[in-house]
């Protein structure tokens, strides 16, 4: 089914601790309460996650997001009433045909899946995979309308707690070849993804 293509997500942290994960250091984070903010061509968008649902997935997006990985990808499948979808980093570069978008990921990294109760209502964040269920990688997608076909499918990690009207204009983007491609007619960026602290509620 079309839309089962990988989906990716990504984010970009505060300076020091992009600077120390590039350097290969173990960064102590507080993934539970990891705020990402993804600073888009149409207006921000942020995210909170579910750690207790899907750690795994929750480390590896916030651990990309720290190191940059996601600077400068696009949103290279959208489709209205549906879900947008990111974090392929081949789409930093000129479409190479014999590895279109959509086909990239972080390198071999491939996440044991988390399905869990979480079901993907509008706003929430999972992550894309291939017919594999342990191949999700860095691509994620946001759901913009209630999609409970996907539960259980995908791993849900997160939901967008502000910006969702952001994530419908990238959706209803007009774009070329609907149906298959799905890709916006004008590239749509994450240029950048900002990591934060939640207020702890005590």
């Given at each position: ?22 350097k290969g250091k173990k960064v102590a ?8 903010t993804l600073q888009t ?162």
């Open positions: 089914m079309k839309k089962t293509a990988l989906v990716g997500l990504m984010l970009v942290c505060t300076l020091p601790l992009a600077a120390q994960a590039r984070r507080d993934y539970a309460n990891t705020l990402a061509d149409m207006g921000d968008i942020t995210i909170k996650f579910f750690y207790d649902k899907a750690p795994k997935h929750v480390e590896n997006f916030v651990d990309l997001a720290a190191s940059g990985f996601y600077d400068g990808t696009i949103f290279h499948r959208v489709i209205p009433g549906f879900m947008i979808q990111g974090g392929d980093p081949l789409t930093k570069k000129p479409e190479d045909p014999a590895h279109p978008y959509g086909t990239g990921g972080n390198g071999e990294t491939r996440l044991k899946a988390e399905f869990n109760d979480v079901s993907h209502k509008r706003g929430i964040v999972s992550m894309a995979r291939s017919a594999d269920p342990n191949s999700a990688s860095s691509q994620f997608f946001i759901v913009v309308k209630d999609s409970p076909f996907l539960d259980q499918q995908y791993s849900a990690f997160g939901e967008v707690v502000a910006g969702l009207d952001v994530a419908d204009k990238i959706a209803n983007a007009p774009r070329h070849d609907p149906g298959r491609l799905d890709r916006p007619n004008q590239a749509i960026h994450i240029k950048k993804i900002l990591l934060s602290q939640a207020q702890s509620s005590s």
